[in-house]
């Protein structure tokens, strides 16, 4: 609420949809680094949209504190 009641711009990063767990035969394969795939694995759900492209409730709330 700070941004509203001050008038403050702001930057916030997020992921537009979900996106399914890397497996891990790209370990197993050498493809990637096991630290990567895990790193990932962390913020599958971090989207402001499910896979298929629904909206989260979250996204309403984003959404709101566009200008």
């Given at each position: 609420?700070?941004?509203?009641s001050?008038?403050?711009?702001?930057?916030?990063?997020?992921?537009l949809?979900d996106?399914p767990?890397?497996?891990?035969?790209?370990?197993?394969?050498?493809?990637?680094?096991?630290?990567?795939?895990n790193?990932?694995?962390?913020w599958?759900?971090?989207?402001?949209?499910?896979e298929?492209?629904?909206?989260?409730?979250?996204e309403e709330?984003?959404?709101s504190?566009?200008?």
């Amino acid at each position: 609420m700070l941004g509203r009641s001050e008038d403050l711009a702001f930057v916030y990063q997020s992921f537009l949809r979900d996106y399914p767990p890397l497996g891990m035969w790209l370990v197993s394969d050498d493809v990637l680094d096991p630290t990567v795939v895990n790193l990932f694995n962390i913020w599958p759900c971090s989207g402001l949209q499910t896979e298929d492209g629904s909206p989260k409730a979250a996204e309403e709330v984003w959404r709101s504190y566009l200008p």
